[in-house]
Nanobody, 114 residues
Framework: QVQLEESGGGLVQSGGSLTLSCTVSPRTVSTTPMAWFRQTPGSQRELVARIADWGIDYSDSVKGRSTIFRDAAKNMLFLQLNNLKAEDSAVYYC?????????WGKGTLVTISS
């Protein structure tokens, strides 16, 4: 059974940076399509960034200040966010497509303080 676990969330000042991590077990992340989503209360889950064999793309809300990358040797996916804004506050979820199924982590909370 594939499991994803996010970490790295917390309270960060506006303008700061953070890197979220997602550990995948026991499958590899090297060729698996994976993504980061985020969700605020009362809103739908929003795609933030995704990575697959065709490339990488970002939502307009984070484009230019975000980087998604993976470490295949560690089976980990990362999301670096810079120049954080209040609207980046959300629960961030890691998601991967394994055997045709979308598997989600439980999320990590990011709160941006002004």
């Amino acid at each position: 059974q594939v499991q994803l676990e996010e970490s790295g969330g917390g309270l960060v000042q506006s303008g700061g940076s953070l890197t979220l991590s997602c550990t995948v077990s026991p499958r590899t992340v090297s060729t698996t399509p994976m993504a980061w989503f985020r969700q605020t209360p009362g809103s739908q889950r929003e795609l933030v960034a995704r990575i697959a064999d065709w490339g990488i793309d970002y939502s307009d809300s984070v484009k230019g200040r975000s980087t998604i990358f993976r470490d295949a040797a560690k089976n980990m996916l990362f999301l670096q966010l810079n120049n954080l804004k209040a609207e980046d506050s959300a629960v961030y979820y890691c998601c991967g497509k394994f055997f045709g199924n979308d598997i989600w982590g439980k999320g990590t909370l990011v709160t941006i303080s002004s």
